[in-house]
Structure formats: structure tokens, C-alpha cells
């Protein structure tokens, strides 16, 4: 048992519901009761999108459970075969009616229909969301996909974008034109847009693209070994990645590799001289694995940041993330606990936070300005606007997102020349927010003495009031490297020299 | 005097029912803990259910309170379905752990969901051990929000029926007004029936613990939500009466709501006029103003809160709206019976849903506006038309008079907003 208030990932059905409200053509026949239906809203209401997700409950009430549960089953599922007239079905149980054990599968398969049924085991109370996605997609792609003739031209199949996904909408649009560029086809889009016929013909193509490893490695993987289709293992998010997604291509395909760069604005927006202001903030990355991964790199070689921590909510991505925070000189924080990610934010005390709805939540009340890189996201993430992530546009957009949060260039020099100007005062914020976007810092600077890391350093007041004539985007960070310079020598108190002789040391 | 006027062409109390029982899309109980956790200050509600039911706590509340809400889940594991006896320790360890780290909480409801249920973990006895445990300072109590008891608002009930049988015993005659209202309305409210010289008036639920509601043979009490019939129940069987009326929605329920209580106390004609004329006339001119824009137009309800029937009964007779289908999850006719007799003879009652049949007929009857739950909404919008959430009606202040302009524009909006907008060319 664990106590959980805010929660990364819904259960495993939810995935399921994630790849069925992705495609056409797929029905969803859920054991599950009434309340479970408000999945529905997180696709109508968090998405926008226009249509029901594809999903019959059971909705079976207590007084089914003594009777007959598993004929409600069969009702519903006939039913909604009779009426929606899908290509297929997918049949499962949600986290109660795994208890009372049904057997969706068997009662579907007694049912005798003409089209595909294809059963879920999607353990509840084991695995989540990211998990239900990734295992429903192969179980349909193992059940549906038949031998094909590869395509004359190269092409190839992208998998994993599903509804609910962070900007997936757009980066298949952006990564159709990439390899449209390069001169390769795309053969199937999956599960996104696809309908069972669809999945029937991936193995027509060359090669998959594997857009989202949480929600597609596994099916990429059966494709590989069923159909000898090899996958991309880069994702191409930020300028380095896609350059290498490109050579990847090229390497799998045998093709020359020819792309116009001209639409590629992050490597000069970043050289440009404005951007000498982002040069080492600090930044604490946290997400789904596969955009950490990326933000990582694009953070440290693409932005000039200083990357202070990093993790990921889901365990399946657990390695690659330690092995890469490793690469950083960090270690990685793997939990699904929002408690955990934000004692670990205060700890560290960022000047940005690259995550998402948590760690926005987090950066709201510690007065740190946040981007969100990563599901989950609420309404306000999913834009009307085209804002994709991978190749030269989503570099392009994540520049701008990385950047917004923050006080820009000659605004900070300003904000410190005349920081005791009552209307420019620095708990006013950025200019280009609204007037209470980024407010400082619920005064943890009042509580002297401080603690960190067991030895207790005390702040003399004049420090501390010193302290609070830094602008509140830099006083964390220089709290903390006074507090570390102060305890390396030895010091017990802080004064105004010891805040000055450590600035001196951390100068860069 | 105040009575209002039965409909020329009958009323709906003794139409026929359309019984349903396929398909629901409601949400469950758990969701009333949204609002509850707000207005007890001193609770804390601990469902023990599955990452499905921290889920749903965390999307129906939308945006997420980010100030340590006094909600959580503990979330049943592997380890925990294999045996009892542990599932019951592990849930003695999580409560003394939060308990701990909340001292300010005073009243612990442990929420049973489908999962508990289903494996039979009895929360009663948990509450009862873990009462004795943290007995004074914390009293702990147990109720059922889950999807296979309880729809939407019948968590609300179901908490504050848990709460009757620990009520203190009184001879007092004293009004119990039930039904969790927002603060601002609370208020409202108490102060007119402070004018009418009606009390003492005691709330159920209190704002925290300490409050003096007590219950007993002398007591009579009034609802202010149509989704009580448990509490309804317990409370009479501590031996309360209730006092039917129509709910005080709109100038003209809440003008029979307060009149009933009124009634009872003996208010005179003079006193009851000189209190509710002023703010009567004022709800009626607001209620105009916002509703300019529903006469004449129809509406459709699908079956979510409850609140179904005295909303439609509002919508019909102060807002000039025609009502097609009137759909509520329950009825009760003790609780919905006054407003089922105010609501004009016509529209199809339905009790219970078939979600797929019921969106055929509503897709019939093309409704000017539709009232329906979440997952639907825009769907429908989709398809052209017009909806109302439902859950907007019980997260927004929309009891007695000075809300009553506010519950017309709450319906009005989606329609005023379809007018404003125009996107084909100019031409
Ligand atoms: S319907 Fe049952 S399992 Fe689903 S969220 Fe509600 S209590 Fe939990």
C-alpha cells in the first residue's frame, strides 16, 4: 500500500485506451464500472479531441458481482460490435474487474464474431499507463500484422504516437516532411491515424522509425525479430539528435543522406549575443525518459545550460536515464513520488525546471520558472498552434520554449542595476508575463540559520540583507554556492565578505 | 401565500419513468471528495482503492490543488490483494504516518472504492480500530465512494450519512440544514434565516469538528442538495423530520425552500415578505437578464449529479426553457417529489442511462442545449450541439437568491457564446 495524492501515470488501461482513441477502426471493450469512465475526459476535455474515445464499459454495479458479470460482458461487447461495426476489438479489464476475473478474453472468443478480438492482460496493480500503451500496441501488432511485400521505394513505418501524447500530433507531421526530404516514404503511421488494415501492412515497409520508445519499443522489437524491419533507436529531438537521427537513416537505408538545413534557426539563435545571459543556468530536467534523454543533451550542448539533476517518473526508462545522468556527473532520481522530484528541486535550487505538470505545479511554489517538456500536461500544453519537438522546427519551437520562462538578456542587467526602483523591483517578474507569473520564492531566505548537508552555516543579517538585493533568479543558486564556499573553508557564519569572496570564487 | 403554482397542465410526479439500466458514463462517488475535503477543514479523506481511483481524484479535479490537498489514495498493491491481515496493517502504518504529518486533521474518512470492496477489506472495522487508536484527538470514519455503489454525488451522501450515527443526541428543537454549500452561500443562507428568526440552525456537514450539531426527536431538518436520500434515511432514524420542498434553486425554489422552514416555525406572512421581497426582486431581475438568451429554447438532461430535476424545474418555469428529457441517475420521490410536482408535464423522466440510447434520442431531438458529463461534451458540440457540463453546477455557488442570475448564465453561456462567434468569411 502507498499513499499517493498526485499521480505521473494512470493505470495500464488507460495506455490501452491511449492506442484505441489513436486509431480508427478499433473498438475497446472494458470490464470496468461506471466511475472509471472519466478516462474519457482526459481525450475529450485535456485533448480537445471531437469524438468519444472508441471505449464500451461494462459499468457493472454491485449487485452484478453475485449474478452475472461476465454475460454483462458479453452484452456489451456484442452490442458494441453491432454497433460501431469495428475492424477490430481489443477486450480487457480495468483494475476491479481484474479481481473478479472474468476473463474478458475467453468471453469475447466465445462470442464468435467475424472480426479480430484481440485480448489485453494489462496487470493493474503491477504496471501503469506508459506500460498499457506500449503492451496494447504489440499485442495488436503480433495479433494484425501480416507478411507484405517491402515497398519498391524506401519507406518506412513511424511508430508510437498515440492520443495523450506530448506534441504528437505534430512531430509526425515534422518527421513525415524530414523523411519525405530525405526521399523516404512513410509506409504506416502506428498507432496514431492507423486503423487495423493499416497494422495488417507494416511489414511492408523497410524500416520502422521508432518515434516513442515508451509507448512502441516493444512492437518495434517484434517487427525487428518477426520481420527483420530494423528501428531508429535515435529520437531526433534538438539539433545533435536529429543530425545523428539523419546518419542513423542513412545507415539503415544505404542511401546518401541530403538535407536542407535552411529552416535550422536554434544554432544561431543560440550563438547570437542575447543569448549570453542563458549561459550556465542552471537547470533540473524531469519527465518521461525519452524527452529527459533529450533535454539533456540539448540543454548542455545546444542551450549552454548547467544541467543539475535529471530523472524520470517511469521505471522502464530507469537505465538509460541513470547511465546518461552518469554521463553528466549526476545521479539519476527515478520515482514516481511528485513529493520526492520536489524535495530534490529544493534541494537543488534551479534557476529553471525543464518537466512537466508536476514539476510546473513545483516551480509555481518555489518561484522557479518551468517548461513543460513532457507528458503528462494539462489543456493548456496541448496547442492550437503547430509546435512539434523532433527535427529542425521542434528544435526551433523548444528553443522558444526553453527560453520564455525566462528573464531575458539586457531585462536582467536592468533588473539588477535598479533593483531598489519600487515599480522594477524583482518580485515583479519578467516583462513579458503576466504580472504574477514568476514570483519569488516563498522567502526561504528569512530562516536563518540554514542547514545544508548537516552542518549548519549562520547568515549575519547584513549577509542575508545583502543577500535579498541579488534579483531573485540568480539568490538561490548564489544562497547556495555562499552556503558551499562557507562550509568548504570551514566557516560558520556567512558575512558580507564571505558572500562577495565566494561570488569571486564561483566567477565565470 | 408563497406557494407557488402547480402547472396549469400537471406536473411530472406521477409521469411514467423510463427505466434504465445499460451503460452508464458517470463518474463515481469518489468524486465528491473534490468538494468535501474544501469544506470540512479539518478532514482528511483517504480512499484505499487503485492507481484508477488517484487518477480519477486527480482529472475530475482538473487543475490540481497544489497546496497539499487533504485527499489521498492508498493505493492497493500486489502484496496486498495476497492476504488480509497485511492489508490492514499496512493501512494502520499509512494512517499513523499521515496523521503524524498532519496534526491539524481532526476527522480521518477512510473512502472505500471498488478494488476494497471487492476484495472485501472491511473499512468499518479498520475505522473503528484506528478510532480507538487515535481517539481523542482524531475520530475516524468510513464510507463508500465507489463506481459500484455510488454515482458522482452519492459520495457526498453516503459521507455525510456516516456522519449521522456519531451525531450527539439532542432534545433541542432545532433546524439541521444538510448538504455540503460553498462558504459565501452558507452564509447567505444562515443569514436569512437568522432574519426570519428561525434557529438555532445547525449545518451538517460543519465546518470542523467541534461544531455543535446534534440530532435527535425534536429535530428537523431541511436538504439542500437532491442527492441525500441516505442521509435522508439516517436521520430519520435518529428520529429528525424532514421538511419536503422543492430546492432552493432559482427566486421560486428557493422562495418555497425557505417557506417550508418557514411554515414549520411558524414565520408570519409580514416577517417572511419583509425578509425575502428585496433580494426575491432581485434574483428575478438577474434570472431575466441571464436568461434572455434560454427563452424559448429547449434543453436535454443527461443523468450525472441529481440535480437534474430541480435544474430543469428552474430552467422550465424562470428561465422559459422547454425541457425534451429530464435524465437522473436516481430519484427518489421524497427528496425529488415537490420539484417533480412544479415541473411542467412533457418532457420524458428518465431514471438510471444506456448512454448509446439515450445520445440516439438526444441526437433526435437536436436540443438547444444539452447537460451532460465531460467525456460527452464536446463530442457533441462536435456534432452541433450546444452543452452544458454538469459538473460546472456543483463545483460553482449556484444555491438561493443572489446565485440565481449566476445558475441562468451558467446555461446561457454556451448558447450566448455560439451567437458571438463567426468565423465564415465576410463575403
Ligand atoms: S469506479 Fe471504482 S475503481 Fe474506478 S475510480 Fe471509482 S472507485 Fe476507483
Redesign the pocket.
Known sequence: MKLTVWTYEGPPHVGAMRVATAMRGLHYVLHA????TYADLLFTMIERRNHRPPVTYTTFQARDLGSDTATLFKDACASAVARFQPQAIIVGAS??AELIQDDPGGLSEALGLDIPVIPLELPSYQRKENFGADETFYQIVKALAKETPRTARPTCNILGPTALGFRHRDDVEELTGLLSDLGIGVNVVAPLGASPADIVRLPAAHFNVLLSPETGETAARWLEKTYGQPFTKVVPIGVGATRDFIAEVGDITGLPMKIDESRLRLPWWSRSVDSTYLTGKRVFIFGDGTHVAAHARIARDEMGFEVVGMGCYNREMARPVRALAKQYGLEALITDDYLAVEAEIERLAPEMILGTQMERHIGKRLGIPCAVISAPVHVQDYPARYSPQVGYEGANVIFDTLVHPLVMGLEEHLLTMFREDFEFHDAAGASHHGAAAVRPAPQPEEQAPTSSGGSVVIWLADAEKELRKIPFFVRGKARRNTEVFAQGKGLQEISIDTLYEAKAHYAR | MNAPVLPAGGGCRTAPVLKERGQREVF?G?TGIIWLHRKMQDAFFLVV??R??AH?LQSAAGVMIFAEPRFGTAILEETDLAGMADAHTELDREVDRLLARRPDIRQLFLVG???SEVIKLDLHRAAERLSVRHAPHVRVLNYS????ETTFTQGEDACLAAMVPVLAETQARELLVVGALPDVVEDQMLSLLAALGVGPVRLLPARRIDATTGVGPNTVFALTQPFLGDTHAALERRGARHIPAPFPFGEEGTTAWLSAIAAEFGVDAATFAAVTDAPRARARKAVEQASTALSGKSVFFFPDSQLEIPLARFLTRECGMTAIEVGSPYIHDALHGPDLDLLPAGPQISEGQDVERQLDRARAARPDLTVCGLGLANPLEAEGLSTKWAIELVFTPVHFYEQAGDLAGLFSRPLRRKSLLHLEAAE
Open positions: 464500472p461506471q466511475g472509471d483494475c476491479t | 463515481c469518489l482503492g487503485s484508477t481511483c480519477l472504492s471498488c478494488p465512494g465507489s463506481g459500484i
